[in-house]
Nanobody
Framework: QVQLVESGGGLVQAGGSRRLSCATSGIIFRLSTMYWYRQAPGKQRELVASITNGGNTNYADAVKGRFTISRDNAKNTVYLQMNSLKPEDTAVYYC????????WGQGTQVTVSS
């Protein structure tokens, strides 16, 4: 059974930091490209960051220089370190794994207060 479980969301003040985690099971994590998406109220889901199985990373322009995606293949876990948070970063953050097909987590809410 495939499971992607996000954690680390919550309420944070603007300028603060938060680290999200996505623990996975049931997938071949080491071969998977991992993604973080987010969806703000009334908006479409958007790609935030990605990391390949080789460790190559990519970021949306809106988060470049503030967010860092990383992975721990020994723990089958992907992380999103978010620094210098802004109110516009408020969203539900979703973890996605892609290897042959897509798998999604349930999401974790991040709220940034001004």
């Amino acid at each position: 059974q495939v499971q992607l479980v996000e954690s680390g969301g919550g309420l944070v003040q603007a300028g603060g930091s938060r680290r999200l985690s996505c623990a996975t099971s049931g997938i071949i994590f080491r071969l998977s490209t991992m993604y973080w998406y987010r969806q703000a109220p009334g908006k479409q889901r958007e790609l935030v960051a990605s990391i390949t199985n080789g460790g190559n990373t990519n970021y949306a322009d809106a988060v470049k220089g503030r967010f860092t995606i990383s992975r721990d293949n020994a723990k089958n876990t992907v992380y999103l370190q978010m620094n210098s948070l802004k109110p516009e970063d408020t969203a539900v953050y979703y973890c996605n794994a892609n290897y042959v097909r897509d798998y999604w987590g349930q999401g974790t809410q991040v709220t940034v207060s001004s």
